[in-house]
């Protein structure tokens, strides 16, 4: 009788830690599976998480899926709120408040001549006519040239194809994936997403054993875009392996000074004032920001003090002017 008694509390504990396990939220999740109710996905295509190792770049498939609901007005059906569309003039004014705005809060930010700007928008528009989507309304692109030359980023505003001309804002600098040491890879290039199939997260602040605060001070941002084909930047013949591409501060004492040289092990590592300002206002938070009136994992990611502007967008779009006829610093 005792045995039986002891059996039966052994079962017990184990469907409670069953139930608690199916229950955890995910940190990476499938939105076909893990986002109930917040859209009809039948009949959608197949999702390719990895790209092909041999391609010249990396992408994520995404777009397929969003292009199948997200994007499309069907969203409505589902409870959540249309994508934000400002015509041209009202994109050129919130593109200029912005642009104020990063001048006044991020030291040391970046703005360029009429030429550098004219490099800039071309860089962009060339990515992605490559292998990015068409432009569905007017929103920003945060481009990161990852030249060792260059090493900055720069806030593009983009247009449908007829309805307005891509204006450079500025930026600020960056270090993405170093060589010539073991297992640092070399940012790929592409056309990679902000989305609602991945939950980023916010830096704990804490320090490793060398002191540094690999992704900052406590609470900044980490945008997350998902594992991605890159070069390994240590090995003669550039094999590539996978890493979790993400974009995120660096430590303010010790690693900020080193942006604008290539440093990181293939993220974009940005300056403290910058990740607030792409945070705060967020400038690729679009469908995180639709996705939070629906599932509350998306708001508590969001900053608490975003002044969410409708002209952002979802993409991070690495490009390299070094490949190009002239380099940017030209």
């Not at 060589?179 to 056309?191: D, S, W």
């Not at 916010?202 to 540094?212: V, Y």
């Not at 997350?224 to 094999?239: T, V």
Request: proline share 5%; glycine share 8%; net charge positive.
């Amino acid at each position: 009788m005792k045995l039986n008694r002891i059996a039966v509390s052994v079962i017990g504990v184990l469907a409670v830690l069953t139930q608690i396990q199916s229950q955890a939220i995910p940190t990476s999740f499938d939105i076909r599976d893990d986002i109930k109710g917040l859209e009809d996905t039948s009949g959608l295509p197949s999702y390719t998480p990895i790209p092909d190792p041999h391609a010249d770049r990396s992408y994520v498939h995404f777009y397929n899926l969003a292009e199948t609901s997200l994007f499309k007005k069907e969203h409505e059906l589902h409870g959540l709120p249309p994508l934000p569309s400002l015509t041209q003039e009202e994109a050129y004014q919130e593109a200029a408040r912005l642009t104020a705005l990063l001048k006044k809060t991020v030291p040391n930010a970046l703005t360029y001549s009429a030429e550098r700007n004219k490099k800039w928008v071309q860089l962009a528009q060339d990515e992605m006519d490559r292998k990015g989507p068409p432009v569905k309304r007017a929103q920003l692109l945060i481009v990161v040239d990852r030249n060792p030359k260059v090493q900055e980023l720069c806030f593009v505003l983009a247009f449908p194809k007829g309805q307005g001309e891509w204006k450079a804002l500025g930026g600020g600098k960056v270090s993405t994936g170093n060589t010539g040491r073991k297992l640092y890879y070399i940012t790929p290039t592409g056309v990679f997403y902000n989305t609602v199939e991945r939950i980023g997260y916010r830096a704990l602040g804490t320090k490793n054993k060398n002191g540094i605060r690999g992704n900052g001070i406590k609470g900044m941002r980490v945008w997350d875009f998902g594992w991605q084909w890159a070069e390994k930047g240590w090995l003669p013949n550039r094999e590539k392996g996978q890493i979790r591409l993400e974009m995120h501060a660096t430590d303010p004492d010790y690693l900020e000074q080193r942006l604008g040289k290539p440093a990181s092990e293939g993220c974009v590592r940005l300056a403290t004032k910058m990740n607030e300002f792409i945070d705060h206002n967020g400038i690729i938070d679009a469908l995180y920001t639709q996705a939070a009136h629906k599932d509350k994992r998306f708001s508590s990611v969001l900053s608490k003090k975003i002044r969410f502007t409708p002209l952002a967008g979802d993409k991070l779009v690495v490009v390299d002017s070094s490949h190009s006829a002239d380099s940017q610093r030209s």
